[in-house]
Protein backbone atom coordinates (compact mmCIF):
# COMPACT_ATOMS: atom_id res chain seq x y z
CA UNK A 1 0.00 0.00 0.00
CA UNK A 2 1.00 3.61 -0.38
CA UNK A 3 2.85 5.42 2.58
CA UNK A 4 4.30 9.09 2.95
CA UNK A 5 6.73 10.21 5.40
CA UNK A 6 8.03 13.14 6.61
CA UNK A 7 10.14 14.36 9.23
CA UNK A 8 7.70 16.39 11.52
CA UNK A 9 9.50 19.69 12.21
CA UNK A 10 12.11 22.58 10.60
CA UNK A 11 13.15 25.39 11.90
CA UNK A 12 15.29 27.88 9.85
CA UNK A 13 16.46 31.24 10.09
CA UNK A 14 15.23 34.14 7.58
CA UNK A 15 17.15 34.29 4.19
CA UNK A 16 18.25 30.57 4.54
CA UNK A 17 17.50 27.63 2.56
CA UNK A 18 14.73 25.39 3.64
CA UNK A 19 14.86 21.64 2.79
CA UNK A 20 12.04 19.40 3.46
CA UNK A 21 12.06 15.95 2.66
CA UNK A 22 9.71 13.51 1.66
CA UNK A 23 9.82 9.47 1.44
CA UNK A 24 7.52 7.49 -0.26
CA UNK A 25 7.18 3.40 -0.76
CA UNK A 26 4.65 3.26 -4.35
CA UNK A 27 6.63 3.11 -7.00
CA UNK A 28 3.80 3.31 -9.52
CA UNK A 29 3.33 6.83 -8.35
CA UNK A 30 2.67 9.33 -11.56
CA UNK A 31 3.02 12.73 -10.04
CA UNK A 32 4.11 14.25 -6.46
CA UNK A 33 2.65 17.25 -5.29
CA UNK A 34 3.66 19.76 -2.26
CA UNK A 35 0.98 21.88 -0.66
CA UNK A 36 1.39 24.59 2.16
CA UNK A 37 -1.32 24.80 4.76
CA UNK A 38 -1.29 27.88 6.86
CA UNK A 39 -3.23 28.04 10.74
CA UNK A 40 -6.69 27.01 10.09
CA UNK A 41 -6.05 27.27 6.28
CA UNK A 42 -7.17 25.40 3.26
CA UNK A 43 -4.34 23.59 1.00
CA UNK A 44 -2.68 25.63 -1.25
CA UNK A 45 -0.76 23.66 -4.16
CA UNK A 46 2.91 24.85 -4.34
CA UNK A 47 4.48 22.97 -7.06
CA UNK A 48 4.70 19.26 -8.39
CA UNK A 49 6.44 17.05 -10.43
CA UNK A 50 6.11 14.30 -13.28
CA UNK A 51 7.45 10.85 -12.29
CA UNK A 52 10.01 10.94 -15.38
CA UNK A 53 11.70 14.35 -13.91
CA UNK A 54 14.26 14.63 -11.45
CA UNK A 55 14.01 18.23 -10.75
CA UNK A 56 11.97 21.47 -11.40
CA UNK A 57 12.34 24.77 -10.18
CA UNK A 58 9.56 27.20 -10.17
CA UNK A 59 11.14 30.63 -8.91
CA UNK A 60 11.90 30.04 -4.89
CA UNK A 61 11.04 26.39 -5.10
CA UNK A 62 12.98 23.78 -6.03
CA UNK A 63 11.48 20.14 -5.94
CA UNK A 64 14.55 17.10 -6.92
CA UNK A 65 13.03 13.90 -7.45
CA UNK A 66 14.65 10.83 -6.36
CA UNK A 67 12.99 7.65 -8.07
CA UNK A 68 15.44 5.09 -7.06
CA UNK A 69 15.50 5.74 -3.66
CA UNK A 70 11.42 7.30 -3.53
CA UNK A 71 12.77 10.75 -2.00
CA UNK A 72 11.12 13.48 -2.74
CA UNK A 73 12.47 16.96 -1.08
CA UNK A 74 11.56 20.72 -1.49
CA UNK A 75 14.24 23.71 -1.10
CA UNK A 76 12.91 27.07 -0.56
CA UNK A 77 15.48 29.48 -1.48
CA UNK A 78 15.65 32.76 0.73
CA UNK A 79 13.34 31.65 3.44
CA UNK A 80 10.84 34.37 4.36
CA UNK A 81 8.47 34.62 7.96
CA UNK A 82 5.56 34.04 5.19
CA UNK A 83 6.73 30.96 4.62
CA UNK A 84 6.05 29.43 8.02
CA UNK A 85 3.11 26.87 7.65
CA UNK A 86 2.76 22.84 7.51
CA UNK A 87 3.83 21.31 4.41
CA UNK A 88 2.30 18.25 2.73
CA UNK A 89 3.67 15.90 0.41
CA UNK A 90 1.79 14.02 -1.43
CA UNK A 91 1.52 11.35 -4.03
CA UNK A 92 -0.91 10.24 -6.91
CA UNK A 93 -1.42 6.97 -8.34
CA UNK A 94 -2.75 7.08 -11.74
CA UNK A 95 -5.33 4.18 -11.16
CA UNK A 96 -8.77 3.04 -12.71
CA UNK A 97 -10.20 4.93 -9.80
CA UNK A 98 -9.92 8.53 -9.18
CA UNK A 99 -6.38 9.17 -8.91
CA UNK A 100 -6.56 9.80 -5.28
CA UNK A 101 -4.02 11.67 -3.33
CA UNK A 102 -1.81 9.80 0.03
CA UNK A 103 -0.60 12.54 1.88
CA UNK A 104 2.91 12.94 4.20
CA UNK A 105 2.54 13.55 7.99
CA UNK A 106 3.03 17.39 7.37
CA UNK A 107 6.68 18.85 7.85
CA UNK A 108 5.87 22.36 10.15
CA UNK A 109 8.25 25.03 8.77
CA UNK A 110 9.27 27.31 11.40
CA UNK A 111 11.05 30.79 10.34
CA UNK A 112 12.90 32.57 13.08
CA UNK A 113 13.92 36.01 12.49
CA UNK B 1 -7.46 31.83 -5.27
CA UNK B 2 -9.20 28.38 -4.88
CA UNK B 3 -11.60 27.18 -7.62
CA UNK B 4 -13.82 25.73 -5.44
CA UNK B 5 -15.54 27.28 -2.11
CA UNK B 6 -16.63 25.12 0.37
CA UNK B 7 -19.74 25.74 2.66
CA UNK B 8 -20.31 26.25 5.41
CA UNK B 9 -16.79 27.23 6.68
CA UNK B 10 -17.61 25.40 10.42
CA UNK B 11 -20.46 23.64 11.07
CA UNK B 12 -21.32 22.95 15.07
CA UNK B 13 -23.60 19.75 15.28
CA UNK B 14 -24.92 17.28 17.69
CA UNK B 15 -24.02 13.67 17.52
CA UNK B 16 -26.55 11.50 15.83
CA UNK B 17 -27.67 14.59 13.60
CA UNK B 18 -27.30 14.62 9.55
CA UNK B 19 -24.82 16.97 8.20
CA UNK B 20 -24.78 18.05 4.65
CA UNK B 21 -21.40 19.82 3.27
CA UNK B 22 -21.20 21.29 0.17
CA UNK B 23 -18.44 22.10 -2.49
CA UNK B 24 -19.27 24.73 -4.88
CA UNK B 25 -16.52 24.42 -8.42
CA UNK B 26 -15.95 28.25 -9.92
CA UNK B 27 -16.11 26.33 -13.11
CA UNK B 28 -16.60 23.21 -14.63
CA UNK B 29 -14.99 20.27 -13.58
CA UNK B 30 -14.78 17.02 -14.42
CA UNK B 31 -13.02 14.98 -11.21
CA UNK B 32 -14.33 15.89 -7.38
CA UNK B 33 -12.76 14.34 -4.49
CA UNK B 34 -13.51 15.02 -0.28
CA UNK B 35 -11.01 14.52 1.92
CA UNK B 36 -10.57 14.80 5.51
CA UNK B 37 -7.87 16.24 8.07
CA UNK B 38 -8.62 15.08 12.13
CA UNK B 39 -7.01 17.72 14.29
CA UNK B 40 -3.19 17.21 14.01
CA UNK B 41 -3.33 14.53 11.83
CA UNK B 42 -2.66 13.20 7.83
CA UNK B 43 -5.09 14.61 5.34
CA UNK B 44 -6.69 11.18 4.61
CA UNK B 45 -8.86 10.24 0.91
CA UNK B 46 -12.43 9.60 1.38
CA UNK B 47 -13.97 9.37 -2.23
CA UNK B 48 -13.41 10.31 -6.00
CA UNK B 49 -16.42 11.25 -7.87
CA UNK B 50 -16.26 11.45 -12.03
CA UNK B 51 -19.13 11.18 -14.39
CA UNK B 52 -22.11 11.34 -11.76
CA UNK B 53 -20.50 7.98 -9.99
CA UNK B 54 -17.74 7.22 -7.07
CA UNK B 55 -14.95 5.66 -9.22
CA UNK B 56 -12.94 5.10 -5.74
CA UNK B 57 -13.84 4.87 -2.25
CA UNK B 58 -11.64 4.12 0.99
CA UNK B 59 -12.30 2.53 3.94
CA UNK B 60 -13.57 5.59 6.11
CA UNK B 61 -16.31 6.15 3.64
CA UNK B 62 -18.94 3.93 4.91
CA UNK B 63 -23.01 3.58 4.88
CA UNK B 64 -22.73 6.69 6.64
CA UNK B 65 -21.29 8.95 4.15
CA UNK B 66 -22.40 9.36 0.60
CA UNK B 67 -21.54 12.20 -2.05
CA UNK B 68 -23.97 13.61 -5.37
CA UNK B 69 -24.20 16.30 -7.41
CA UNK B 70 -27.64 17.27 -7.46
CA UNK B 71 -27.99 19.80 -9.61
CA UNK B 72 -24.30 19.53 -11.72
CA UNK B 73 -23.02 22.43 -10.01
CA UNK B 74 -22.68 21.98 -6.53
CA UNK B 75 -20.76 18.24 -4.91
CA UNK B 76 -22.22 17.58 -1.45
CA UNK B 77 -20.89 15.28 1.21
CA UNK B 78 -23.77 13.78 3.48
CA UNK B 79 -22.82 12.34 6.90
CA UNK B 80 -26.14 10.31 7.87
CA UNK B 81 -25.35 10.45 11.71
CA UNK B 82 -22.81 11.80 12.59
CA UNK B 83 -20.19 10.45 15.52
CA UNK B 84 -17.90 12.16 17.65
CA UNK B 85 -15.15 10.94 15.54
CA UNK B 86 -16.54 12.77 12.87
CA UNK B 87 -14.93 15.84 14.16
CA UNK B 88 -12.09 17.21 11.70
CA UNK B 89 -11.86 19.50 8.76
CA UNK B 90 -13.26 18.16 5.33
CA UNK B 91 -11.83 19.20 2.04
CA UNK B 92 -12.94 19.17 -1.47
CA UNK B 93 -10.64 19.05 -4.33
CA UNK B 94 -11.44 19.11 -8.11
CA UNK B 95 -9.38 18.56 -11.20
CA UNK B 96 -9.91 18.48 -14.68
CA UNK B 97 -7.64 15.65 -16.26
CA UNK B 98 -5.50 13.02 -14.50
CA UNK B 99 -2.71 14.91 -15.48
CA UNK B 100 -3.64 17.90 -13.90
CA UNK B 101 -3.23 18.78 -10.09
CA UNK B 102 -5.84 18.48 -7.72
CA UNK B 103 -6.82 22.31 -6.24
CA UNK B 104 -8.57 22.49 -2.77
CA UNK B 105 -11.25 24.23 -1.35
CA UNK B 106 -10.41 25.77 2.30
CA UNK B 107 -12.36 23.16 3.87
CA UNK B 108 -14.89 23.02 6.17
CA UNK B 109 -14.51 22.20 9.98
CA UNK B 110 -16.78 19.84 11.40
CA UNK B 111 -17.81 19.82 15.26
CA UNK B 112 -19.66 16.87 16.37
CA UNK B 113 -20.80 17.62 20.28
Known amino acids: GEDVEQSLFLSVREGDSSVINCTYT??????LYWYKQEPGAGLQLLTY?????DMKQDQRLTVLLNKKDKHLSLRIADTQTGDSAIYFC?????????????FGTGTQLKVEL | EPEVTQTPSHQVTQMGQEVILRCVPI?????FYWYRQILGQKVEFLVS????????KSEIFDDQFSVERPDGSNFTLKIRSTKLEDSAMYFC???????????FGDGTRLSIL
Open chain 2, 93 to 103: AIRDTPDQPQH
Open chain 1, 26 to 31: DSSSTY
Open chain 1, 49 to 53: IFSNM
Open chain 1, 90 to 102: AESILTGGGNKLT
Open chain 2, 27 to 31: SNHLY
Open chain 2, 49 to 56: FYNNEISE
